[in-house]
């Protein structure tokens, strides 16, 4: 099965900026949509950023005009760009593929597994 390789989460200051990177371990039949979630403790997973094969996007609130997510279709690779960065983004965040591993293969999830990112006031 493919894998999602994430990196770039780690410790920040308050107003600070990280970039995260997602890639695929191989290229799949076909992507639907790319995304990175958050999880902190205690908490439920959120949705942090999303974006279609059609380029189209989408944030909550409590990141837009903060975040931004972007992706290369060719390397099957989503960026999120997080600058602004406050102690409530502290969190764990995930990468999330949903496509076709195959183009015999049903639709699915695929998830990574995580990278911290860090704020500290």
């Known amino acids: 099965q493919v894998q999602l390789v994430e990196s770039g989460g780690g410790l920040v200051q308050a107003g600070g900026s990280l970039r995260l990177s997602c890639a695929a371990s191989?290229?799949?039949?076909?992507?639907?949509?790319m995304g990175w979630y958050r999880q902190a403790p205690g908490k439920q997973r959120e949705l942090v950023a999303a974006i279609t094969s059609g380029g189209s996007t989408n944030y909550p609130d409590s990141v837009k005009g903060r975040f931004t997510i972007s992706r290369d279709n060719a390397e099957n690779t989503v960026y999120l760009q997080m600058n602004s960065l406050k102690p409530e983004d502290t969190a764990v965040y995930y990468c999330?593929?949903?496509?076709?591993?195959?183009?015999?293969?049903?639709?699915?999830?695929?998830w990574g597994q995580g990278t911290q990112v860090t704020v500290s006031s």
């Open positions: 999330n593929v949903r496509a076709k591993e195959w183009h015999w293969s049903p639709e699915d999830d695929y």
């Open positions: 191989r290229i799949m039949f076909s992507i639907r949509a």
